[in-house]
């Protein structure tokens, strides 16, 4: 099965300051990841995905094989960004199972 | 046009009582997955369904839940004998099939007190 780990349960930075989102895989093979955030009282939706390597709403995040890392990341937080993110690999392994990260709330503090 | 729906939005229940929580996926999308929400645990896989073959189970916490789906579309899951820690926020999602690079779209979810 793929795994992804995000050490941070809680991030809470301030408006203006840089944000990053810490997520690490743990299998091998070319990943393909994706991050999903979730609002307060919306649904959970995808925000990025590392192959079409695109800026949405200001956040990137760079596949890193050596590190094996997919961390989303944003220079200036705004107020908005408060939500719950999850990394997430797709389940193209054959074993069907997807496992997301336990997700980061962020908060970004006026 | 239409995403995916989740009925009830909420539902109480009493301990010990058996629930059904309805997902209708995107029309056309093969594959249906079931997730749990619980404050503080993140998100947790239950059961996949991809088009005509067997569904993947791994995820299901006891024999109390099951899901099944219909004719490749709507999807029922249910929990018998309901416990406490059965209280959640149950999302459906759906995507256009398996494999890598399939956006999951996900409904509203629903949420299930048990008291």
């Known amino acids: 099965a793929q795994r992804v780990t995000q050490p941070e349960k809680l991030l809470s930075v301030f408006k203006g300051a840089p944000v990053e989102l810490k997520c690490n895989y743990s299998y091998s093979g070319s990943p393909e990841l994706f991050w999903y955030v979730q609002y307060s009282r919306q649904r959970l939706q995808l925000l990025l995905r590392?192959?079409s390597r695109e800026s949405i709403k200001g956040f990137t995040a760079d596949l890193n094989k050596g590190e094996t890392s997919f961390h989303l990341k944003k220079p200036f937080a705004q107020e908005e960004d408060s939500a719950m993110y999850y990394c997430?690999?797709?389940?193209?392994?054959?074993?069907?199972?997807?496992?997301f990260g336990t997700g980061t709330r962020l908060t970004v503090i006026p | 046009g239409a995403g995916v729906s989740q009925s009830p939005s909420n539902k109480v229940t009493e301990k010990g009582k058996d629930v059904e929580l309805r997902c209708d996926p995107i029309s056309g999308h093969t594959a249906l997955y079931w997730y749990r929400q619980s404050l503080g645990q993140g998100l947790e896989f239950l059961i996949y369904f991809q088009g005509n073959s067997a569904p993947d189970k791994s995820g299901l916490p006891s024999d109390r839940f099951s899901a099944e789906r219909t004719g490749g579309s709507v999807s029922t899951l249910t929990i018998q004998r309901t416990q406490q820690e059965d209280s959640a926020v149950y999302l459906c999602a759906s995507s256009r099939t398996s494999g890598s690079s399939y956006e999951q779209y996900f409904g509203p979810g629903t949420r299930l007190t048990v008291t």
């Open positions: 997430a690999p797709p389940d193209g392994t054959g074993a069907n199972n997807l496992f």
């Open positions: 590392h192959i």
